[in-house]
């Protein structure tokens, strides 16, 4: 294997750790600036004349743009201030590094049966069954496959403020970037960067437990019945609706709480921008799904955060907190396996203690395993569960592929932190209810008869 592309992972991070640097401060304006950032990093890591495309895509990519193959630079710094966002494709195979690889069953290969073709070595026929996971990107340690990184592009709405923008953080933030870190030392950092503050995505997370709750009494009446929950993973969801339609009528049809959180606090705040920070790729592609598409503006992964942070010589552990408590224990621990059932389950019980048929919850991760249980309820029909929740990631969204800790311990911080809620349950959070009132919902039972709220939070 040649050296230069072996870790190239890190390798794009020092590139992206540059382009954030140079570009806060001023100091990428010309193309001969791209251009000196490129020969860096060939001198740095040894690529040849030929490889400078390669380079060149790879500063591309982010920079939010696309990749093209070209040796020169042309309008990337136009293209760059003038977009406001990020589109479609959002990962890309470059060429070159697969001939340097050798490794014969690479992600690129053994999961053809959920990607599309366009990230195979050797693509055989065109599928449309790629579920957006992103696991070819992070597992291809060569460059092969990368992902747009959508700082950059929202680089000047953070300088301009000239409208709200809110950092909204997914739960499995927690312990992130150091036990010493906690959110409120976060919140005060995003302030720091430009943003109006820092929202915990689990808030909309305890209402959605709450939609959840009123579905499952809703649907499940009889012992045959069956439910199965779409929050927090869109891999789950694509998984079901591309391969699986006879199951499809038995999922959920609540959005995201990522895709709640645009939603809600679009409305509340008309001009607002939202950048959701993530454990994964899969999320930047749910922001730009067709009828989801417009609810997030931007969507960052914990490792691209982590390198922001390092460019902009934010020392975290330095900083004040800035804490509130915005969500529930149910909320919060939506970031682990059999979270949404635990936090679900809950709020069942308390509506009906007497209910005959109770929540009987059936917790899988990992795509493998999510596609099992689905052959297994195709074929066979539920088993004693009714209430059934899937994850792409070991572990649950703490174990997504951009995260910076290892899984079992974000499980453990994820669980305290949880546990240091003064919230027990979604029914219990006073800011959803708060929000809930901003619809003329009074009681949480008309949570599913409000027209405005069931359009926010459903897909349909």
């Keep these: 294997m040649e050296d230069r592309f072996i870790g190239f992972n890190e390798k794009r991070m020092h590139i992206f750790s540059e382009l954030v640097r140079r570009y806060w401060n001023g100091s990428l304006n010309y193309i001969s600036d791209l251009d000196d950032l490129a020969a860096e990093i060939k001198e740095k890591y040894g690529y040849g004349e030929h490889e400078i495309p390669f380079i060149k895509d790879h500063i591309r990519l982010a920079m939010g743009l ?3 193959g070209k040796e020169l630079f042309e309008e990337e710094l136009q293209m760059l201030r003038r977009n406001r966002g990020v589109h479609k494709p959002l990962i890309s195979r470059l060429e070159g590094p697969c001939a340097h690889c050798g490794d014969k069953k690479c992600r690129c290969d053994t999961t053809g049966k959920y990607e599309s073709p366009l990230y195979h070595k050797e693509p055989e026929e065109e599928r449309d069954e790629c579920i957006e996971c992103g696991f070819c990107a992070a597992d291809c340690d060569f460059g092969a496959i990368a992902e747009k990184i959508e700082f950059l592009p929202m680089v000047e709405l953070l300088k301009e403020r000239k409208s709200p923008i809110f950092a909204v953080v997914a739960p499995a933030i927690t312990g992130q970037f150091g036990e010493n870190v906690t959110m ?3 919140r005060t950092a995003f302030q720091k960067m430009g943003f109006d503050d820092m929202i915990e995505v689990a808030l909309f997370a305890d209402i959605l437990t709450i939609k959840e709750a009123f ?3 809703r649907l499940v009446k009889k012992e045959e019945d069956f439910f ?3 929050c927090c993973c869109p891999v789950w969801f694509n998984l079901i609706k591309r391969n699986y339609p006879d199951i499809y009528e038995h999922l959920s049809p609540s959005v995201s709480p990522m895709i709640a959180s645009g939603r809600i606090l679009k409305r509340l705040y008309p001009d607002a921008k939202i950048v959701f920070f993530a454990p994964c ?3 930047k592609a749910e922001a730009l799904e067709e009828g989801l598409k417009g609810a997030v503006d931007f969507v960052i992964n914990f490792r691209e955060l982590k390198e ?3 460019a902009l010589d934010i020392n975290l552990e ?4 800035n804490d509130k408590d915005l969500a529930s224990l149910g909320g919060r621990v939506y970031a682990r396996t059999g979270g949404v059932s635990f936090s679900v389950k809950m709020v069942v019980n308390r509506l009906d203690p007497t209910r005959l048929i109770k929540l009987k919850s059936k917790k899988v991760d990992g795509v493998k395993e999510c596609r099992e249980l689905l052959e297994t309820l195709r074929s066979q029909g539920k088993d004693r569960a ?5 994850m792409a990631c070991k572990g649950g969204c703490v174990g997504g592929p951009r995260t910076n800790i290892d899984t079992a311990k974000a499980t453990e911080l994820v669980n305290e932190f949880g546990e240091d809620s003064l919230i027990l349950t979604p029914l219990d959070n006073l800011n959803a209810v708060k929000i809930l009132k901003q619809f003329n919902i009074l009681s949480v039972a008309d949570i599913t008869k409000n027209e405005e709220l069931e359009h926010v939070l459903s897909r349909e």
């Design 184 to 186: 409120g030392k976060l």
């Design 66 to 68: 696309d990749p093209n």
């Design 228 to 230: 199965l929950t779409s």
């Design 318 to 321: 330095d900083l004040p907190p």
């Design 215 to 217: 579905e499952f009494n």
């Design 308 to 310: 922001i942070f390092h």
């Design 386 to 390: 009714n209430f059934i929740e899937g």
């Design 281 to 283: 790729t899969a999320k």
